[in-house]
């Protein structure tokens, strides 16, 4: 079950004990008084006397650890989950991996597979096995997949210095390497909705090579939330394939390279509400044509992502290092249907944007005296994004009403670039056994073709270690967030002028960097071994505040900031584990407020604008109140398990005065594995049934700041699993 920050046995030979789950703790202490000792490898001494093939492994296992020494989240708030929690998550290793963080203290569920880290949007740093992945195009497909996992961490709160830019969360993924690679599996998954997903695993360890490789194709009729209440939505039909790809290559006891690639392709459906009115006539529609009908609709949008990173990393006795250069490359594509887009809004728009980044990470930490730990690095890349539009408007008169039937065709080609630098420089200082302060400076600078902006961070966190269950953390952080680089340029807008899709206003004030200051505090309580609880509470005061919405049918989100902005909140997470059996329940409260919308206004109502100028508003993705809790058993051959999500209810309705419904999902699951097959290790057969009350609920009404479209929560499906494992 998803115990929040479970502590994980490592496969080192020096560190044999497992320790109990905890549920968030700092790394600080950690690693001040539960750091394992170093194996035999580690100083590079002679490893003969191992069993045949150990000495890869404990190699292997050795330097797993110490990559977490380079940039451990010392002073944050870390939540983890492990691959057993992963397995009694509803679909198991097919879930997708933002079903796996909703199992997390303050994360709040949106539309189209985003969630929301403490009241924020967006601002998640994704790192797998502690190097950076370049932020991706704002889009609903998840190119991340469970079955990589060995292990995940959330952190959170007041990071240290070497995390910078997205800062709402760094999602640690660490994937499976040594002894975790020998599994080969093949699978298939599939039922309600028509789903049906075949993937496979393939890894291993020979000499000094590790790999791991996966493939899956996922095809269902789900794709994206249904926009109406009715049990299928009509045209959502998706495919998705995905590839990843481990190797890793020990140069020595102290160093090795690894490969990291990854690529997904998704064609998404856009679902359609029936029954839309006629509001434009076209002179390209005939008058009897009967098939122009809103349930006919056949808009689409496809979305792609590559990249790769080339890792080296060296440890010794008192240093430890990672350099890595990576390239990653983005593309959304969204499909018009010209005819019947014109007849319902006036607009036909087809859409192609997409990024390229290409940076250079550079980590390290240097055990400098007895009590101190010194760690440095840097960070730069560069984004090129390109937007290019055909675009069919009617011409308007001064009142904004049809002067033609005639429609015009626009076309504007336009990009951006970007470049995001960092550098820091931190001390982790061991004041005594039990008490360790954390501080560090950190210096980021933007640069685009419409902003330019830096800033000098300080961090401080002091972690206490009261009793030997008893933890307590504090810290403080400023933080420094550059916005995606999608400007829409007042050239772009200017030809829009006269038309359909001509804005309210022409303001558009480039998006600026968010400023913020971020206190956190908290305590770890270990009531038992088997039982923890902690409560974590937190602050941020924000200079131009940002945001995403989605302005049209294209589920391509850009950026806006407001001039100033607070969040505020608490988070309270139980754990228990004995055994076979396990237990959690978490529960989270946030606060947000922002005032005067400072940049793309040309995107929002001259009212709204007006409006949240005048009154500090809540921010559209506040999930005010949030729970998840579960209980699972699993043996060698069984696992069964209870899921439950609770969600308040996200902003709604003009400058989000409103809110929506408040819901609650129970999921079950059960698998059993047969150990005795003909062929490969074992066979497992899975069942889970997903809103098991078949419970109808909207995540969004189509209203609120940023917010254009509607959905609906996924009804009560049945879905059935086949492992082979070989």
């Known amino acids: 079950m998803p115990d929040p920050h479970s502590s994980r046995a490592t496969t080192s030979p020096s560190a044999s004990t497992k320790s109990p789950p905890a549920i968030a703790s700092s790394n600080a202490q950690k690693r001040a008084d539960s750091a394992p000792p170093r ?114 961490d959330l952190l959170t709160g007041t990071l240290p210095a070497q995390f910078g830019f997205r800062t709402s969360g760094v999602v640690d993924v660490k994937t499976k390497t040594g002894d975790t690679l020998k599994n080969n599996q093949v699978s298939l998954y599939g039922g309600s909705y028509n789903t049906f997903i075949p993937s496979l695993q393939l890894g291993g360890s020979k000499d000094r090579w590790d790999y791991f490789v996966t493939a899956s194709y996922n095809r269902n009729d789900i794709g994206i939330e249904n926009p109406t209440n009715a049990f299928r939505a009509t045209h959502d039909f998706t495919q998705q394939e995905k590839g990843f790809g481990y190797l890793a ?58 990249y790769a990173v080339l890792s080296y990393q060296r440890s010794t006795d008192k240093m430890n290092l990672q350099v890595s250069p990576y390239f ?117 600078r933007f640069a685009s073709s419409f902003h330019n902006e830096g800033q000098l961070s300080p961090r401080a966190n002091m972690v206490w270690k009261a009793s030997k269950t008893t933890t307590v953390h504090f810290g403080y952080s400023r933080f420094f967030a550059p916005p995606s680089p999608q ?54 005061w924000a200079h131009d505040q940002g945001d995403l919405g989605q302005f049209g049918r294209a589920v391509i989100l850009a950026p806006f900031s407001y001039r100033r902005g607070r969040v505020y909140g608490a988070e309270i997470g139980n754990s228990w584990r004995h055994g076979g059996w396990s237990v959690y329940g978490n529960f989270s409260f946030v606060k947000t407020w922002a005032k005067d919308i400072n940049s793309a206004q040309y995107q929002f109502e001259v009212a709204e604008l007006d409006y949240v100028r005048r009154h500090g508003i809540q921010l559209d993705h506040q999930g005010e109140f949030t729970s998840s809790a579960g209980v699972s058993y699993a043996n060698k051959h069984d696992m069964a398990y209870l899921d439950f999500l609770y969600g308040y209810g996200l902003r709604s309705g003009f400058a989000n005065l409103e809110k929506q419904p408040s819901y609650a999902v129970f999921n079950i699951g059960y698998a059993h594995t047969f150990t005795k097959v003909p062929v490969g290790h074992s066979l497992k057969l899975r069942a889970d049934v997903v809103n098991l009350f078949d419970h109808r609920y909207q995540i969004r009404d189509g209203s609120g700041v940023g917010v254009t479209q509607a959905q609906y929560g996924q009804r009560r499906g049945t879905f059935f699993s086949v492992v082979s494992s070989f």
């Not at 296992?61 to 870390?78: M, N, W």
């Not at 088997?530 to 941020?540: E, F, H, N, V």
């Open 487 to 540: 400007y829409i340029s007042d050239a772009t807008l200017a030809k829009f002028a006269g038309t359909t899709n001509e804005p309210q206003t022409m303001q558009n004030t480039p998006t600026r960097v968010e400023k913020s200051h971020y206190v956190d505090v908290g305590i770890l309580q270990h009531v038992t071994r088997d039982y923890q609880i902690t409560i974590d509470a937190y602050g941020k």
């Open 39 to 152: 194996s035999p490898a580690a100083g590079g001494q002679a490893t003969a006397q191992l069993p045949p093939g150990r000495e890869d492994i404990t190699v292997t296992a050795h330097l797993d650890q110490v990559r977490g020494r380079i940039a451990p989240g010392l002073g944050a708030v870390s939540y983890g989950i492990d691959q057993r929690q992963i397995q009694v998550t509803p679909g198991g290793e097919n879930a997708a991996f933002s079903q796996i963080l909703l199992r997390l203290p303050g994360v709040v569920m949106d539309s189209y597979g985003e969630v929301h880290v403490r009241g924020e949007h967006g601002g998640l740093t994704y790192r797998v096995n502690g190097v950076l992945l370049p932020e991706g195009l704002n889009g609903f497909g998840q190119e991340l997949d469970s079955r990589i996992i060995q292990s995940v």
């Open 249 to 306: 290559y020990q140069l020595d006891d102290e160093s090795r390279v690894s490969l990291l690639t990854s690529a997904s392709y998704s064609d998404f459906q856009l679902p359609n509400t029936t029954g839309l009115p006629i509001l434009y006539q076209s002179s390209t529609i005939a008058p009897d044509d009967q098939g122009i009908q809103s349930r006919l609709l056949r808009n689409g949008q496809t979305e792609q992502n590559y």
């Open 328 to 444: 990653r490359y983005g593309r959304i594509g969204y499909r018009n249907d010209p005819n019947r887009d014109l007849a319902f809004s006036g607009i036909s728009q087809h859409e192609v944007n997409d990024f390229t980044t290409g940076g250079l990470q550079f980590d390290t930490s240097y055990d400098i005296a007895p009590h101190h730990v010194l760690r440095f690095g840097l960070l730069g890349q560069y984004t090129s994004e390109r937007l290019d539009t055909n675009t069919l408007a009617f011409p308007i008169d001064e009142a904004g009403e049809q002067s033609s039937i005639d429609p015009r065709r626009i076309i504007d080609n336009s990009g951006n670039w970007a470049v995001e630098a960092g550098a820091y420089i931190q001390d982790e200082f061991h004041i005594t056994p039990k008490l360790t302060f954390n501080y560090g400076l950190r210096y980021d």
